[in-house]
């Protein structure tokens, strides 16, 4: 360490003083600052096209809503689905595509890791002094990605605006904790994918399986589905936290599987418990890490 | 050239790696990698390849160290170690008294590194704009960083080529470029990974000008790797060979010529068809002879370490000369005669 020092105050055996102060700083911090940086140069980088931009953005929009409104459509033709209204199946769809829509909005990019990994272009990420996972997750922000966010949404609105709810202060915190807790679970489920990517290095489909995939299995209330399928979704991947459980107790209506009620509350929990996981699994996956010949 | 060379770059390091307090120390690195081949329908055969097979050396702080060796010889497993992107399968490895790949982030702040084949600028954003983000991200302070950034625009031309996305630059812009990101946090080593690669010779020259300046002026360590003879006979007083993961030779590259007594190769067009040219070794200097003809041209062979001048000389003495130049051997050459010399 004394070796440093003396570097550090330009005592070395170079002509001019080297390098300059470095603290140790928490990595936590460390990434979220780098995130913003990138994330700042990318958006930056797009408002140069503004023009651009906006139809990108106005595209997503209009793709998503069409999602929504085939859903709409099957209303017509009958009255509920699994039991459900069409304002209360808005209530899970909202919910969920604004998580998830977030989810995609900060993380998406991790979805190309699987190639950086393949040619190899994932080290010159490595030789930065910054976190990894934020370099990777802010890679090519896409802010047109909001697209979804704005839409789900407005879904949301709707259902508030038509559904009759008891509403209790519970309730009402409950609203935004779910949104966020859905978001940080789809977010562990996007790391998640991301470290399988350095052992399979082309199983983005895997990972859309379980993002793309859960995100439109919950915008259906569970009852429609075979119960096996439930299960999983809860205690395997606690997609099911998300928002299954948390609107079925603003809407006062019955669990699947027969859980307790007070599991609606367990949603910032179980986002924590297993966004702690999805860092450590990463974290072995880049210890895996071996690179290309070249 | 190569006096020049040499005396140019002698400024840092005193020896080759006798130094006790090594700044960069490798001892006995290993790198196994596990291998899964198919044989057979649904069996795979698991095998390990020993890229880099206990491989030591020391740098000592403003050397300037030339890394050599065929393809797959384990240049670039072990300028991965160096810089924490993999971690050893066994052995200790001490840069700047960090581990790397246990301080990754830590050491990033202290070297700058170059990949000749891959860039670390982002390809889609004008070359600035990647800068002014290194900047933050490296935490420059604001005086040191645009003192830095001017002297690299300068003194590598980037000037005009700023504003331009990475993905518009040539080859040589885009490796001036990435060079000038490696250097912007004041690295204290500089690791390069085939800098001249693809490059035309004015990029070449311009790139180690640039290197060798660096070196002089700012103490910097360097370690590169090249597959270009010239590179490291331009830049570096000492020159490590490294063939299926070993250490073959360590010294300087005169000691790396008389080791895989190579040869150099002196083309001369004569002004006619004239039997093959020999020279005998005589007080003033070594001998060449032909080993190839085609009509007036003729291919000559003289040992590396050398001097062509005389040789020309008596040459253009005693038969027509027309038009001449000089080839330098490649490094595949070499090495493949320094293991017919030592058994």
């Known amino acids: ?294 | 050239m190569d006096g020049f060379a040499q005396e140019a770059t002698g400024a840092g390091g005193d020896g080759f790696g006798t130094l006790e307090d090594g700044f960069i120390t490798l001892d006995g690195l290993e790198k196994v990698f596990q291998v899964r081949r198919r044989a057979g329908l649904l069996r795979r055969e698991r095998h390990e390849v020993r890229a880099v097979d206990g491989i030591s050396f020391q740098v000592a702080r403003g050397e300037m160290v030339g890394y050599i060796g065929p393809n797959g010889a384990g240049k670039s497993t072990t300028i991965k170690m160096l810089t924490g992107i993999l971690t050893p399968s066994g052995g200790s490895l001490r840069v700047a008294g960090i581990d790397p790949s246990r301080e990754r982030t830590r050491l990033a702040h202290r070297i700058g590194v170059v990949f000749g084949q891959r860039t670390t600028l982002w390809w889609d954003l004008p070359l600035r704009d990647s800068y002014r983000l290194m900047h933050r991200m490296y935490r420059i302070p604001d005086g040191r960083y645009r003192e830095n950034l001017d002297r690299c625009v300068e003194l590598l031309d980037l000037g005009e080529l700023l504003e331009v996305p990475v993905r518009q630059l040539s080859l040589g812009q885009r490796m001036r470029g990435d060079i000038a990101a490696a250097l912007l946090h004041d690295p204290e080593v500089l690791y390069l990974d085939e800098p001249t690669i693809g490059l035309d010779v004015i990029s070449k020259a311009k790139v180690r000008q640039f290197l060798k300046e660096l070196n002089v002026e700012r103490g910097t360590t360097v370690l590169l790797t090249t597959h270009d003879l010239t590179d490291i006979e331009q830049l570096c007083r000492r020159v490590m060979v490294i063939d299926h993961g070993r250490l073959m030779y360590d010294g300087s590259l005169a000691g790396l010529h008389e080791v895989g007594e190579s040869e150099r190769m002196l083309v001369v067009d004569l002004e006619r068809e004239l039997p093959p040219i020999e020279l005998k070794s005589d007080g003033s200097g070594p001998g060449l002879r032909a080993v190839k003809v085609e009509g007036p041209r003729q291919w000559l062979a003289f040992p590396a370490s050398a001097s062509a001048a005389p040789l020309v000389a008596r040459i253009a003495a005693q038969y027509p000369l027309m038009d001449l130049s000089v080839r330098e051997p490649d490094i595949e050459a070499v090495i493949a005669r320094m293991y017919r010399a030592a058994p």
């Open chain 1, 1 to 294: 360490m004394a070796e440093t020092v003396a570097v550090r105050s330009g005592e070395g055996q170079g002509p001019e003083p080297v390098g300059f102060a470095y603290e140790e700083r928490p990595r936590l911090l460390e990434g979220l600052r780098a995130y913003g940086l990138i994330v700042a140069m990318w958006v930056r980088s797009t408002m140069a096209y503004r023009a651009s931009f906006v139809m990108t953005t106005f595209g997503n929009l209009a793709v998503t809503a069409f999602d929504f409104l085939t859903i709409v459509l099957m209303f017509t033709h009958v009255d509920a689905l699994g039991g459900y209204t069409l304002p209360e199946i808005a209530l899970l769809y909202g919910v969920s595509a604004t998580a998830f829509g977030l989810c995609d909005l900060l993380l998406g990019s991790m979805e190309r890791l699987g190639r950086r990994v393949r040619d190899g272009t994932l080290d010159t990420l490595l030789v930065r002094p910054v976190p990894v996972l934020a370099q990777v997750a802010a890679d090519r922000f896409a802010l047109r990605r909001i697209g979804r966010v704005v839409q789900g949404l407005a879904v949301l609105v709707y259902a508030l605006a038509t559904l009759d709810i008891a509403w209790t202060p519970l309730k009402v915190a409950m609203l935004p904790v779910m949104v966020i807790s859905g978001a940080a679970v789809f977010g562990a489920v996007f790391v998640c994918g991301a470290a399988f990517q350095f052992v399979a290095q082309d199983a983005s489909q895997v990972q859309s399986a379980f993002t793309y995939g859960g995100a439109t299995l919950l915008q259906y209330p569970p009852t429609i589905f075979a119960k096996d399928l439930v299960r999983g979704v809860t205690f395997v991947v606690p997609l099911a936290f998300v928002s299954w459980l948390p609107t079925l107790y603003v809407l006062d209506r019955e669990y699947p599987l027969d859980l307790p009620q007070w599991v609606a509350f367990l949603s910032p929990v179980v986002a924590v418990a297993f966004g702690a996981l999805a860092g450590l699994a990463w974290r072995a996956a880049l210890r895996t890490y071996r690179s290309t010949g070249s």
